[in-house]
């Protein structure tokens, strides 16, 4: 059996890492960026941060920041409208996985304009040509965007998620500075984080899991395990932890898929504009029941990543109880909410949910084969 790992070209770490960007944009002979971002962190001066590098050094841009939570097919169209007005060569993706979705969807289309509907790049798309060049900025320490080669845009009209998966949408460079991610609230610290410890557990029980991938999953279960609490307090050494935690959890999972707590919260967002990281919070626990005994000894190391070193004695069960425990403690620990009714689901849209988690892309990586009926009661039992 063979296995493909793709990365980005070049990825910067570290606080100040920004200062990268400039040589990173002459070397490769850049010369005019659409910058893709949120009107919040305009506001909050966080693109001021960019902006004032290019300024210094005379790098031309332009600012699109018309991007909003679980990115539409028409903010795409918007976007790709002002980069051929522009006349930009290459993006800059600075926020979370919004605007880094948003990014990549653009850079796809500006070169493979035969996928202008948007819609047409769902699933796993053979694109004929790589996106313009992107230089990912994140602004959250949670999402990976900037080392995956996936996206998901939002279908209002049809009520759904759609997630995209394409090798020719991996940003060139990655600059992952923990002080770029300083302002995010303390909600959203907890949220985008438990959405990386998702990606890591997901990742190392999905059934395309490898050895290369495994270790890297149990790596940043480690790394978010003993630093989320922290940065959501507001430590700063924590919060390089966690940026470098999610990067290494994107390492691994764009390379082998994801599971159901991803096919169960995309549905979410779709249909409530839930956070995408809070709607895997609550979901992960119950999943993580659900799927342990088709998981053989992968809940033993997880709780061992997350410092639980009695369950390398433990019998298998129990270990997997602690591993269990261990998650919903961080969960609370955290502020994530407890149930899905609390972020606004309706329960008599659960069986469209569930039809909806079914047929996602994700929902055929989980370990344990999903069925509409028990999508159905992992909804009700969370409600």
């Given at each position: 059996m063979t296995h493909r790992m793709i990365l980005n070209e070049t990825a910067w770490f570290g606080a100040g890492a920004i200062q990268h960007l400039i040589e990173e944009v002459h070397k490769r002979q850049l010369y005019k960026a659409l910058l893709v971002t949120d009107e919040t962190l305009v506001a909050a001066g966080v693109v001021e941060r960019v902006t004032t590098l290019l300024d210094k050094y005379h790098?031309?841009?332009?600012?699109?920041?018309?991007?909003?939570?679980?990115?539409?097919?028409?903010?795409?169209?918007?976007?790709?409208?002002a980069c051929i007005q522009a006349e930009a060569d290459y993006l800059i993706a600075v926020g979370g996985g919004?605007?880094?979705?948003?990014?990549?969807?653009?850079?796809?289309?500006?070169n493979n304009p035969e996928y202008s509907d948007v819609r047409s790049l769902e699933g796993a798309v053979d694109t004929?040509?790589?996106?313009l060049p992107i230089i990912a900025i994140p602004t959250t320490a949670g999402t990976a965007a900037e080392v995956t080669i996936n996206y998901v845009i939002t279908d209002e009209e049809r009520r759904r998620k759609f997630v995209c998966v394409d090798p020719h949408d991996i940003p060139k460079v990655a600059i992952v500075d923990a002080e770029m991610m300083a302002s995010m609230p303390p909600a959203l610290k907890a949220a985008t984080g438990i959405d990386a410890l998702t990606h890591a557990i997901e990742g190392y029980i999905t059934r395309a899991a490898w050895a290369l991938t495994d270790a890297l999953h149990l790596k940043a279960i480690s790394l978010i395990g003993q630093a989320l609490r922290d940065a959501v307090a507001g430590d700063m050494a924590a919060m390089e932890q966690m940026a470098l935690g999610q990067y290494i959890a994107g390492m691994g999972f764009s390379n082998v898929g994801l599971g159901l707590v991803h096919g169960m919260a995309h549905p979410l967002g779709a249909f409530y504009g839930v956070p995408h990281g809070v709607a895997n919070a609550i979901l992960l626990p119950d999943i993580m029941v659900w799927n342990a005994d088709y998981t053989a000894e992968k809940y033993r190391d997880i709780a061992l990543a997350m410092g639980i070193d009695a369950a390398r004695q433990l019998p298998l069960a129990e270990a997997r109880q602690r591993a269990i425990d261990a998650v919903n403690q961080l969960c609370r620990d955290v502020g994530i909410p407890q149930r899905l009714r609390d972020v606004g689901m309706q329960e008599s849209d659960i069986p469209a949910l569930a039809h909806a988690a079914l047929e996602d892309v994700c929902t055929g990586g989980n370990p344990r084969e999903a069925t509409l009926e028990a999508i159905i009661d992992l909804y009700r039992q969370r409600f």
């Open positions: 790098l031309s841009y332009e600012i699109f920041d018309k991007v909003l939570p679980n990115p539409t097919i028409k903010m795409v169209q918007q976007g790709v409208a919004s605007p880094q979705d948003t990014c990549k969807a653009i850079g796809i289309i500006i004929p040509y790589p996106c």
